[in-house]
T-cell receptor, first 110, second 112 residues
Framework: NAGVTQTPKFQVLKTGQSMTLQCAQDMNHNSMYWYRQDPGMGLRLIYYSASEGTTDKGEVPNGYNVSRLNKREFSLRLESAAPSQTSVYFC?????????FGPGTRLTVT | GEDVEQSLFLSVREGDSSVINCTYTDSSSTYLYWYKQEPGAGLQLLTYIFSNMDMKQDQRLTVLLNKKDKHLSLRIADTQTGDSAIYFCAGLIYNQGGKLIFGQGTELSVKP
């Protein structure tokens, strides 16, 4: 039982490149979330998916897209990376009132 | 919208109690949480309290909720060096897909 897994752990992109961050959960949770964490700030919600087949914007969705591929997997795509997207990205899964976080992806855009 | 504020740093001696404070603006938060983040790691759920409770105790952790002042605190008894981490409080907005609103995090440093 791995909980929430994320790949890759680290990534360096050049401005304008695209990439997809992968997230999978084996806890059978209906809801999944993508957050970003920047120095001196708490986590901010990018997108979430309350159930398979649905996605909604969070606080900071600009520059990102998401896909809820199935109940287990929720991916985050950067179509044209910008230096402002340098951050640590966390995926979470949850139901009701508990959310469990993955280990994070540290992304640097140069 | 919800805003959650925390002081940024706290330093204590090993064996002392630590108290980490948090204030929030939106009284519609149904649950309030404390997460712990160790360097280079994800967030670990420590404890949570439902908004109709005043206090919750879980081993060395005590959570106090003052709804009137919209103030949440986490007390760690007998603080150990392994408790050194960043602690985040968060409020759950249940009717918005269960999204969490986080404070900036309090960095707890425990000195031997």
């Amino acid at each position: 039982n791995a909980g929430v897994t994320q790949t890759p752990k680290f990534q360096v992109l050049k401005t304008g490149q695209s990439m997809t961050l992968q997230c999978a959960q084996d806890m059978n949770h209906n809801s999944m979330y993508w957050y970003r964490q920047d120095p001196g700030m708490g986590l901010r919600l990018i997108y979430y998916s309350a159930s398979e087949g649905t996605t909604d914007k969070g606080e900071v969705p600009n520059g990102y897209n998401v896909s809820r591929l199935n109940k287990r997997e929720f991916s985050l795509r950067l179509e044209s990376a910008a230096p402002s997207q340098t951050s640590v990205y966390f995926c979470a899964g949850g139901d009701g009132y508990e959310q469990y976080f993955g280990p994070g992806t540290r992304l640097t855009v140069t | 919208g919800e805003d959650v504020e925390q002081s940024l740093f706290l330093s204590v001696r090993e064996g002392d109690s630590s108290v980490i404070n948090c204030t929030y603006t939106d009284s519609s938060s149904t649950y309030l949480y404390w997460y712990k983040q160790e360097p280079g790691a994800g967030l670990q759920l420590l404890t949570y309290i439902f908004s109709n409770m005043d206090m919750k105790q879980d081993q060395r952790l005590t959570v106090l909720l003052n709804k009137k002042d919209k103030h949440l605190s986490l007390r760690i008894a007998d603080t150990q060096t392994g408790d050194s981490a960043i602690y985040f409080c968060a409020g759950l907005i249940y009717n918005q897909g269960g999204k969490l609103i986080f404070g900036q995090g309090t960095e707890l440093s425990v000195k031997p």
